[in-house]
C-alpha cells in the first residue's frame, strides 16, 4: 500500500501536478532533522515543511543542540509545534489532523530510527492515514565516519538510561552479549525532561556500577570511544581506557558511547589517529 502511495506521489511531482514542497493532503511526513543544527535538514525535508499544513516536532528522542525553535521557524518559514513524550507514546490525538491535513512531524537524526516512530507510522496505517519517511543523517552512521569503526561490526545497541533506584542492568548485558560475539556497542545516553542530557561520564559510572555485583568483569580495562556534538564544526571523539575516559571531560551536549570489540588495525590505526586513543591498542603487524 506505501509504495504505491509513494509511486503515485512521485509520478505526480514527475509531471508537475504537485508544486514541488506541496504536500497530498491527508498526509503524513516523518522527516528527519539531521544530528546539530537547522541547516542540518534536507531539500526534501524543507520542502514538505514548507508545504505543510501543520508542523509538529519532538525533541525527547534526540535533539539539536546547535539551533533553537525560533531559528528554525526563520529557516523553514513554518510555526512549528512541540510534542512531548506523553504526546507521542500515550495520546498521539495530534495524529487526527493528518486524515484531511498535510502534517509534517519533524524529529531529530533520523525519522525512522526510534521505535517510537515506527510505531506511530502504524497507528496512523490503521487510522487510514497516508505516510511517507524523508530520511536525513543518524547518529548510527556518523559514529562510523567519526571513529573509523566499521558499521557492519556493530551489534545490538542499547541505551542507559537515568537511574530511578538501581542502575538499569539491561545495557550492560547488551554489551557484554555482543562482546562474546566480538561486536562493537553503540549506547544511546539518557534524555529527561526533568534531569537534562546524561553525560558520557555518567553513563560509564552507571555502567561500572553494574558491573561492581558482577563476578566476571568487561570493562574495567577495556577501550571506549566518547562522541560529543556529532554533526557540528567541531565534534570531540575521544577513546581511551574506560578508567580514564570516566574523567575526561566531553563539555556540552549531546554525547554518545561507543563500547568496541576486537578491532581491525584500520579501526584502531583511526582510533589513534582521530581519537586520541592511546597507540598500545595497534595491533602488531
Same mark, same amino acid.
Given at each position: ?38 541547516? !542540518?535538514?534536507? /531539500?526534501?525535508?524543507? =520542502? ?5 499544513? &501543520?508542523?509538529? *516536532?519532538?525533541?525527547?528522542? $534526540? %535533539? ?54 515506527? !510505531?506511530?507510522? /502504524?497507528?496512523?496505517? =490503521? ?5 511517507? &519517511?524523508?530520511? *536525513?543523517?543518524?547518529?548510527? $552512521? %556518523? ?61 560509564? =559510572? ?80
Amino acid at each position: 500500500m506505501f509504495m504505491i502511495v509513494s509511486t503515485v506521489w512521485d509520478t505526480c511531482h514527475a509531471k508537475g501536478l504537485i508544486p514541488a514542497g506541496k504536500e497530498v493532503p491527508g498526509m503524513l511526513t516523518f522527516a528527519g532533522l539531521g544530528l546539530f543544527d537547522e541547516k !542540518d535538514i534536507t /531539500l526534501k525535508g524543507l =520542502e514538505a515543511v514548507r508545504g505543510a499544513d &501543520i508542523v509538529y *516536532a519532538e525533541f525527547y528522542t $534526540s %535533539a539539536l543542540m546547535g539551533t533553537t525553535i525560533e531559528k528554525m521557524e526563520k529557516l523553514y518559514g513554518k510555526k512549528i509545534r512541540i510534542l512531548h513524550r506523553e504526546d507521542i507514546e500515550q495520546s498521539p490525538t495530534w495524529l487526527l489532523d493528518a486524515k484531511d491535513k498535510n502534517v509534517v512531524l519533524l524529529t531529530g537524526g533520523d525519522a525512522m530510527v526510534a521505535t517510537t516512530h515506527v !510505531d506511530l507510522r /502504524l497507528r496512523a496505517h =490503521e487510522m487510514g492515514i497516508q505516510t511517507r &519517511i524523508i530520511h *536525513a543523517p543518524s547518529i548510527s $552512521s %556518523a559514529v562510523c565516519g567519526l571513529t573509523g569503526l566499521q558499521n557492519y561490526r556493530f551489534g545490538k545497541s542499547a541505551t542507559v538510561p537515568f537511574p530511578w533506584g538501581r542502575p538499569a542492568a539491561t545495557p550492560y548485558d547488551v554489551i557484554r552479549k555482543n562482546l562474546e560475539n566480538d561486536l562493537h556497542t553503540l549506547v544511546f545516553l539518557d534524555i529527561d525532561r526533568e534531569k537534562g542530557y546524561m553525560t558520557l561520564n555518567q553513563a560509564l =559510572e552507571l555502567l561500572l556500577e553494574v558491573e561492581s555485583t558482577r563476578d566476571k568483569k568487561i570493562l574495567g580495562d577495556s577501550i571506549a570511544v566518547g562522541i560529543a556534538r556529532a554533526g557540528s564544526d567541531s565534534p570531540l571523539i575521544k577513546a581511551d581506557y574506560i578508567g580514564k575516559l570516566r574523567e575526561f571531560g566531553f563539555g556540552e551536549p549531546l554525547h554518545i558511547l561507543v563500547i568496541p570489540a576486537s578491532l581491525h588495525f584500520i579501526e584502531a590505526e583511526a582510533l589513534v589517529r582521530f581519537a586520541g586513543a592511546p597507540p598500545e591498542i595497534m595491533p602488531r603487524r
